[in-house]
């Protein structure tokens, strides 16, 4: 890799997110975990491209699919750092708690969200803890990273170009607010020179909405790790879940990335609906890629072109993945590493 360039690798982890980085001072991060039911998944990857540590694991929030993991890995590979909002939300809940938020809550069920976290904090104990809050630079060398949302808080004045008015909030409804961990999603922006890429783990709709509307605070992007999986909850689930819907149109236009990277397995959301897939598909000029394709769910039908999905449902010994190699003059490349398929993308016009 070219001392000038950024690698980002998307991981098929299934239902869950986990995105490597690696910046031209030969740092490794480590976009969230996926699942403890996919940790040995991961760990087969990092063995099979040969990624010997993680020098920072950023956490978006504490949930099973996207931090369950890292006591697993932590076993096996060195984790020099821990990047995330700082303490759970929902630590010690308890069932009435849960049981007003929850659709079909069995009592005694959230309990393995506190032995997840006691996990997270035991290996994070034993190495270099770093809470971040919105406004925060993360300190990784080569790479320019910008906290925009966390602990359950939002950006409030635009970053360097952005601030214009956002015709897409017209319209947008306002939904129940999350205080569980969605709600808390650790959202960061990475710049290397003109290349911009956005992650904004699982926030939710009003939040999204905050950083989006009136004005547009984060601006344009070149690719986006689309929020929550594009999950969208219909109404009749309840107040509380319709509210945890992601991808508002204000997000997604306002963004207007011309990559949108899917990381979902291939169940989709089996209780979800079409709505957030289905603006990604509207942004013009914007190709969706996909870790899998989505065979059941909200999502099942609307799945990007073939080349373009790292994981059709074939069995192989190589975990797939898709690749990002970015440019400071913000060119990038694309590859599935399934079919070798590969698009190259230009510098974005002024």
């Given amino acids: 890799m070219a001392e000038a360039e950024i690698r980002f690798l998307f991981v098929d982890v299934g239902f869950g997110n986990a995105t490597f980085v690696f910046t031209p001072a030969e740092e490794i991060l480590l ?11 991961l760990l087969a990857f990092m063995e099979q491209n040969a990624i010997p540590r993680i020098d920072y694991l950023v956490a978006s929030h504490f949930e099973d699919d996207h931090m369950g993991a890292a006591f697993k890995i932590a076993e096996r590979v060195p984790i020099l750092n821990y990047v995330d909002h700082g303490e759970s939300a929902v630590y010690g809940k308890s069932d009435e708690w849960w049981g007003e938020r929850r659709f079909g809550f069995h009592a005694g069920a959230e309990k393995r969200d506190t032995e997840r976290y006691d996990n997270y904090v035991a290996v994070r104990n034993k190495a270099r803890h770093i809470p971040m809050k919105v406004g925060d630079r993360a300190p990784i060398q080569g790479l320019e990273m910008l906290v925009v949302s966390g602990g359950g808080k939002e950006l409030t004045r635009p970053l360097e170009g952005a601030g214009q008015p956002n015709p897409h909030c017209a319209g947008i409804d306002q939904r129940t607010e999350d205080d569980a961990e969605d709600g808390q999603s650790m959202g960061v922006v990475a710049r290397h020179g003109k290349f911009r890429f956005i992650y904004l783990g699982d926030l939710t709709w009003n939040a999204a909405n905050r950083l989006f509307c009136p004005r547009n605070l984060i601006g344009a992007v070149d690719a986006y790790l689309i929020t929550h999986h594009a999950q969208s909850l219909p109404g009749e689930m309840g107040a509380y879940y319709h509210g945890i819907s992601s991808c508002p149109p ?21 209780r979800g609906t079409s709505e957030a897939i289905q603006t990604v598909h509207k942004v013009p000029g914007c190709d969706l890629w996909q870790t ?22 074939e069995k192989s010994e190589k975990i797939p993945f898709l690749e990002l190699i970015a440019r400071a003059d913000g060119s990038f490349t694309m590859t599935n590493s399934r079919n070798g398929f590969t698009k190259q993308y230009p510098p974005r016009a002024n």
Wanted: aromatic share 8%.
């Fill in 292 to 313: 899998n394709y989505v065979r059941e769910g909200g999502e099942a039908g609307y799945n990007g072109a073939q080349p373009y999905i790292a994981n059709l449902g």
């Fill in 250 to 270: 204000s997000e997604v236009f306002g963004l207007a990335p011309r990559v949108a990277i899917l990381s979902l397995g291939p169940g989709g959301h089996r």
């Fill in 31 to 41: 976009l969230d975990t996926g699942s403890v039911h996919t940790a040995d998944r």
